[in-house]
């Protein structure tokens, strides 16, 4: 299983950034898709997941912010992020919930 991330960047504060993550391997379509994420010097976080049927949850920093979605043809999962805050700022990474699949994650910088 292969999981790769892309789409993140620099941007500033208020700016918006869509990040990809494509698996390869299996089919996510059974599987709850999780985004999470690692600030410097800090802990992985959850930031959010969205389950086979389509349901979402997320963290509450980026509620209203955030969007995640899923296209099962292509093997993808996405987050759409609006708002960004320099508190964003972190590495993204993208998995199958439950399972150890991590890829190398997409840098999102936000800051003017």
């Known amino acids: 299983v292969q999981v790769v991330e892309s789409g993140g960047g620099f941007v500033q504060p208020g700016g918006s950034l869509k990040l990809s993550c494509v698996i390869s391997?299996?089919?996510?379509?059974?599987?709850?898709m999780a985004w999470y994420r690692q600030a410097p010097g800090k802990e992985r976080e959850f930031v959010g997941w969205i389950r086979p049927n389509g349901d979402i949850r997320y963290e509450d920093s980026v509620l209203g912010r955030f969007t995640i979605s899923r296209d099962n043809t292509r093997n993808t999962v996405y987050l759409d992020m609006n708002t960004l805050k320099s508190e964003d700022t972190a590495v993204y990474f993208c998995t199958i919930d439950g399972f150890a699949y991590w890829g190398q994650g997409t840098q999102v910088t936000v800051s003017l």
């Open positions: 391997g299996i089919s996510v379509s059974p599987y709850t």
